[in-house]
């Protein structure tokens, strides 16, 4: 099941106050395989409410002292049920796990492809730690469930069946028995469930706090290092930690004490049965023969055990429905970025006009005010100004990651708001502030993402993006492994490789947030050597503090407090004597 529709049908399964229902939903596709690995369980299970009767008619035999041949008759049925067991229950984990599995790589990859339609906004709110937990161990919980839930309701379900039936047809009197249990098991059940329903939603919440905050260690320990803090932050870990495991020992408590109780209810009630049918079959107040009292004792063992194993299971079902509600919160989040419908994007010249920009965020502060700017395809527009003046907000506007609250932002003349943007990207490339790599060949970054691109094409990138020393550097040329988020290279390299990375796609309108700001003065030369490459003959808007790398730029805007304050080429601007020069003569004091 790869395609949107089939994804967007698992998303909509996803309701958070209805997770049963979701889980019914999700399993709708995989229905076939299900019912025929019912069917085979039900086969392989028969042993379990058919030997009794045999049972009991053995032990007849034997109070009888005959006749014999009986007793080898029954023993070959019991044989023959027996050897079904096998083949059938393999038939039933091939089926089974087939469907389970094949419904976790269905939510995984609707989950992912949720992900990529929510906007940045939600990114920028969420941990990327507790989304990695809801991919990973969520979905892991609802497959832990379904492993092992399914055969024990099954089994439950069917012991019971069979039992009532051959009781029903053997001792009618004893029927009402299991009118007793029955209800009984779905009250405790029920009972069990809405008291660890709230345990289950604050466990999880403390392991995605501390998921969470592990990421955050992991990312902080070249600073946590540098400034000597280890203590402090593994004592931070260790509190998270500690909440974890005081939410998971009164989880475990509760679900301890419900099985205890269980277990001990059952065992009296059949000790209770027991009595009862051979009282009956002495007083002979029921019509009951030795046989029948030891098949009555072992339905209600059976089913008995049946039931505490479906209370054993309550936890697990509990904190799978809990993870259903936890993906969810995901599948019905509002926050997406709408293109469905819209007019795509088949070319972009490049020119960008912004009439009356403005954004607020959710706190309705305002980031941007009244911007007005026009960009000519082709044309370098760099952006300056103090920090948390709205140019990374800028970028996120032209990039159609945030839609403006108000005003227009056109795209070759067009409103963006009626373009698919996911088109639009395709004549986009983006160099951010730090560049991210992933675990892999130098050549599997640099063309990330595009077919059919040869070496000579990586090779001519990697040489605009002035990076051909990072391959003489390496053993194995294109094919040298860069490491986990590009840890085999410098601050410098990894950029320059981000560079390649653009200039491959050979972008119409090229986006950079801060591309030199984390380099020493050798990388920011060897970088800005890149940049004059990358900027030729296509839109470019820049974002910088360093004002080294955007002196060439054919304009140059000064943004503070979210509103264009200044707008010309450096020497306009110089000689304007107002901000930007300031700061220019600031950085070159």
């Known amino acids: 099941m790869g395609d949107n529709s089939a994804l967007r049908s698992i998303e909509r399964s996803f309701v958070a106050s209805s997770p049963v229902r979701s889980l019914l939903r999700l399993l709708i596709p995989h229905r076939g395989r299900l019912s025929l690995a019912t069917a085979a369980f039900l086969i392989k299970d028969s042993p379990a409410w058919l030997?009794?009767?045999i049972t009991a008619a053995v032990i007849d035999i034997v109070v009888d002292r005959g006749p014999l041949p009986q007793l080898w008759l029954w023993a070959a049925c019991a044989l023959a049920l027996l050897s079904l067991n096998y083949p059938f229950h393999m038939i039933f984990v091939r089926l089974s796990s087939r469907a389970i599995r094949s419904m976790a790589v269905d939510v995984r990859n609707a989950l992912a492809e949720r992900l990529q339609r929510l906007s940045i906004g939600f990114h920028n709110r969420q941990s990327a730690s507790i989304v990695h937990t809801k991919v990973v161990r969520d979905v892991e919980?609802?497959?832990?469930?379904?492993?092992?839930?399914?055969?024990?309701?099954?089994?439950?379900?069917?012991?019971?069946?069979?039992?009532?039936?051959?009781?029903?047809?053997?001792?009618?009197?004893?029927?009402g028995v299991f009118a007793v249990t029955v209800?009984?098991?779905?009250?405790?059940?029920?009972?069990?469930?809405?008291?660890?329903?709230?345990?289950?939603?604050?466990?999880?919440?403390?392991?995605e706090r501390f998921s969470a905050g592990v990421g955050e260690m992991a990312a902080l320990i070249p600073i946590t290092r540098g400034h000597g803090l280890e203590r402090v932050a593994t004592r931070r870990v260790a509190g998270q930690a500690e909440n974890v495991r005081v939410a998971g020992q009164a989880l475990d408590t509760l679900n301890g004490r419900f099985g205890a109780l269980s277990w001990l209810s059952y065992q009296a009630l059949g000790v209770i049965c027991l009595i009862g049918a051979s009282a009956a079959s002495i007083t002979r107040v029921i019509a009951i023969s030795p046989g029948e009292v030891?098949?009555?004792s072992t339905y209600f063992t059976v089913l008995?055990?049946?039931?505490?194993?479906?209370?054993?299971?309550?936890?697990?079902?509990?904190?799978?429905?809990?993870?259903?509600?936890?993906?969810?919160?995901?599948m019905e989040e509002p926050d997406v970025e709408v293109n469905e419908g819209k007019q795509l994007v088949t070319a972009v010249a490049?020119?960008?006009?912004?009439?009356?920009?403005?954004?607020?965020?959710?706190?309705?502060?305002?980031?941007?005010?009244?911007i007005s700017l026009s960009i000519r395809a082709g044309e370098t527009i760099a952006l300056v100004g103090p920090s948390g003046s709205g140019k990374s907000t800028l970028l996120n506007l032209v990039l159609g990651f945030v839609r403006p609250s108000t005003g227009r932002l056109l795209l070759d003349g067009v409103d963006a708001?009626?373009?698919d943007l996911r088109s639009a990207r395709f004549f986009v490339s983006v160099v951010p502030q730090e560049s991210?790599?992933?675990?892999?060949?130098?050549?599997?970054?640099?063309?990330?993402?595009?077919?059919?691109?040869?070496?000579?094409?990586?090779?001519?990138?990697?040489?605009?993006?002035?990076?051909?020393?990072?391959?003489?550097?390496?053993?194995?040329?294109?094919?040298?492994?860069?490491?986990?988020?590009?840890?085999?290279?410098?601050?410098?390299q990894r950029q320059r490789l981000a560079i390649a990375r653009a200039l491959v796609r050979d972008p119409r309108i090229l986006v950079l947030d801060e591309p030199t700001s984390a380099l020493d003065s050798v990388s920011e030369e060897k970088v800005k050597d890149a940049l004059s490459t990358l900027f030729r003959d296509r839109t470019t808007i820049i974002a910088a503090h360093r004002l080294s790398t955007i002196r060439e730029a054919d304009r140059i805007v000064y943004i503070e407090a979210g509103r264009i304050v200044e707008l010309g080429s450096h020497d306009e601007l110089m000689a304007l004597g107002g901000r930007y020069s300031a700061i220019v003569l600031h950085q070159n004091s």
């Open 436 to 492: 991210v790599l992933f675990e892999g060949t130098i050549r599997d970054n640099v063309a990330y993402g595009l077919t059919g691109v040869s070496d000579e094409a990586v090779l001519a990138a990697l040489a605009g993006a002035n990076a051909l020393d990072i391959l003489a550097g390496q053993g194995a040329g294109l094919d040298s492994v860069v490491g986990d988020r590009g840890a085999r290279l410098s601050g410098g």
């Open 141 to 175: 919980s609802i497959e832990m469930m379904m492993q092992q839930a399914l055969p024990t309701f099954l089994s439950a379900l069917f012991t019971l069946t069979g039992a009532v039936v051959l009781t029903a047809l053997t001792v009618p009197a004893f029927v």
């Open 304 to 330: 008995t055990g049946g039931i505490v194993a479906l209370l054993n299971v309550t936890p697990i079902f509990t904190r799978g429905i809990d993870s259903i509600r936890s993906i969810a919160e995901v």
């Open 183 to 207: 209800p009984l098991a779905v009250l405790l059940i029920g009972y069990i469930r809405s008291r660890a329903a709230d345990r289950n939603e604050n466990f999880r919440h403390e392991v």
């Open 51 to 53: 030997l009794p009767p």
């Open 294 to 296: 030891v098949l009555l």
């Open 350 to 370: 490049g020119r960008i006009d912004l009439e009356g920009v403005g954004f607020s965020y959710e706190d309705d502060r305002p980031a941007l005010r009244d």
């Open 417 to 419: 708001a009626t373009l």
